[in-house]
């Protein structure tokens, strides 16, 4: 095997790559931003952010010792993860808390990753991450959403100049920190008027006799401080 270009692979994915230009950071804020704010376009940008919510709950899941039995993403952009063990306990409460949470903590990790210049091995583990995702997807347009999306992280980072490849990462990190933030107010708003009784937030409060209202108030404070913790670290502050 040649170990030259093992090595050349081993620093194209670990190195670190330069800092884009400070406009490039400030213009991929602005057109995540644009496709979270507007509701047209927020319908269709929403399955990315479900991808993320789903595949939450999966890893945690799966960490936790339960049995992932699969994810369901339907176009609406509703999502189902199914996993097997014991009906109560931490486990379950993680897993239940992971979703809403998942998006955010996804986009502060990658802030952290960009913040240190490494735009390449962040696009290379939202592709591993999405790949081992597939394999758990158990309906057809869950195949289709998280191949698109799989199959973008790799062309952009296997075909592009580094500036693609940069505003691309940085595009994508911002949608999740402002994507995050979305979906809990929504979630609020629909127990406001009496729907999703059967939330994450509702499945929650019946594990753990805590009420609904302040696991919202735990998504709204990972959501909002991811934002702030990420965007400064994109910002360079």
Not at 57 to 63: M, N, Y
Not at 76 to 97: E, F, H, N, Q, Y
Not at 99 to 119: F, T, V
């Amino acid at each position: 095997m040649d170990t030259t270009s093992i090595a050349g692979m081993w620093d194209r994915v670990f190195g670190t790559q330069p800092d884009p230009n400070q406009w490039l950071v400030v213009i991929t804020a602005v057109v995540a931003l644009a496709a979270v704010a507007p509701s047209g376009v927020w319908r269709l940008s929403r399955n990315a952010v479900t991808i993320a919510h789903e595949g939450g709950h999966g890893l945690i899941a799966l960490v936790s010792g339960r049995r992932l039995d699969g994810i369901r993403l339907h176009s609406d952009t509703s999502g189902l993860t199914l996993s097997r063990g014991k009906p109560t306990g931490i486990g379950m409460v993680l897993t239940a808390a992971a979703g809403y949470s998942a998006p955010s903590l996804l986009g502060l990790g990658g802030a952290w990753l960009l913040a240190a210049n490494h735009i390449t091995l962040l696009l290379w583990s939202a592709t591993a991450l999405l790949l081992a995702m597939l394999l758990m997807i158990r309906n057809a347009y869950g195949v289709l959403t998280v191949l698109l999306a799989g199959g973008a992280f790799l062309l952009v980072s296997w075909l592009t100049e580094p500036e693609v490849q940069a505003a691309f990462a940085y595009g994508v990190v911002w949608f999740l920190l402002l994507g995050g933030v979305r979906p809990v107010f929504e979630l609020q708003g629909k127990r406001r008027r009496g729907g999703a009784p059967d939330s994450d937030a509702d499945q929650l409060s019946r594990l753990t006799h805590v009420p609904a209202a302040l696991w919202l108030v735990l998504f709204h404070a990972v959501s909002l401080c991811s934002l702030t913790g990420g965007g400064r670290w994109l910002l360079g502050l």
